[in-house]
């Protein structure tokens, strides 16, 4: 069983990346933290606010455990921080290819400077704490990963086809 799953940084794309992928590859699309959201009925941002982060990593452990009981290949886009936790990177690979979209702390901040939803982001100085979060997190990306595509400047065709190319 392949899934083909997306990880890296709030902003880089997972999500309308992953759409467009599984419309290409004519397979279903997931999001843990849209299944997380359903599971929970609260948003991402509740769920900060009310249960604290920590509840949030153990909720995302958990899903990438139910993942693995997926009948059909899928494409499965993943909330930012799921690959920090050391425990969590050999489960995303043992779904299938883990594909890292990697993205610079400069196109992060202009796609989600309006953004309200993430809740790591709200803080007087967004761009400094995406540099400092990006840097610290860059090296979990790379273990948590079997591909690297770099999307910045991009178009989601190009994108797209090096995702393919790569995962083939
Ligand atoms: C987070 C990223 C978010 C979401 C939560 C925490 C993170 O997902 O899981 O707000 O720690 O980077 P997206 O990457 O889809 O924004």
Redesign the pocket.
């Known amino acids: 069983m392949k899934h083909i799953i997306l990880t890296g ?3 880089s794309g ?2 309308s990346v992953g759409i467009r992928l599984s419309y290409r590859l004519r397979r279903a699309f997931a999001d843990t ?1 849209r299944l997380i959201e359903r599971e929970q009925g609260k948003a ?1 941002s509740d769920i ?1 606010a009310q249960d604290g982060e920590e509840v ?1 990593r153990k909720m995302e452990t958990q899903m990438l455990r139910k993942l693995a009981g997926l009948k059909e290949p899928q494409i499965i ?1 993943t ?4 690959p920090v936790r050391a425990e969590n990177r050999p489960l995303l690979k043992a779904l299938g290819t883990v594909v890292y979209l990697k993205v610079s702390p400069e196109t992060v901040y202009e796609r989600l400077r309006d953004d309200t939803s ?3 982001l709200q803080c007087e100085d967004p761009l400094s704490r995406i540099r400092e ?1 990006l840097a610290a997190r860059e090296g979990a990306y790379r273990e948590g990963a079997d591909v690297t595509v770099a999307v910045d400047g991009k178009s989601f065709d190009v994108i797209l086809e090096e995702i393919e190319e790569k995962t083939k």
């Open positions: 940084f709030m902003g997972k999500t933290d991402i900060f949030f886009s909330g930012g921080g799921l993430r809740p790591l979060l």
